[in-house]
Nanobody, 126 residues
Framework: QVQLVESGGGLVQAGGSLRLSCAAS????????MGWFRQAPGKEREFVAG?????????LYANSVEGRFSISRDNAKNMVYLQMNSLKPEDTAVYYC??????????????????WGQGTQVTVSS
């Protein structure tokens, strides 16, 4: 069983930056694929970024955040981060950290992620 707790959300002006953190406990974090998802009001939850435990240098990003967001992990601290730069009002959403045990290939489908955090709100004002 993996427990995930996100932090770092808040209100920021367009063009600003935020860094989300996800603390993991339980399970075998260093061998777990991690991902960030988000859900905006009235929309379905969508994949934002993912990182494998095999090659930290080859993360995967949604087209909408490519070049602006960066996912990273620190296995020594059981932490995953999402650095968000050049934020836009359309980035406003609840952001969720998720864990996909087993395998090494980064997954974009929610069904592959078995553990979820409670979410943290990110609001970008124009």
């Amino acid at each position: 069983q993996v427990q995930l707790v996100e932090s770092g959300g808040g209100l920021v002006q367009a063009g600003g930056s935020l860094r989300l953190s996800c603390a993991a406990s339980g399970g075998t974090f260093r061998y777990t694929r991690m991902g960030w998802f988000r859900q905006a009001p009235g929309k379905e939850r969508e994949f934002v970024a993912g990182i494998s435990w095999v090659n930290f240098n080859s993360p995967l990003y949604a087209n909408s955040v490519e070049g602006r967001f960066s996912i990273s992990r620190d296995n020594a601290k059981n932490m995953v981060y999402l650095q968000m730069n050049s934020l836009k009002p359309e980035d406003t959403a609840v952001y969720y950290c998720a864990a996909a045990p087993g395998g090494a290939t980064i997954q974009t489908a929610q069904s592959e992620y078995h553990y979820w955090g409670q979410g943290t709100q990110v609001t970008v004002s124009s």
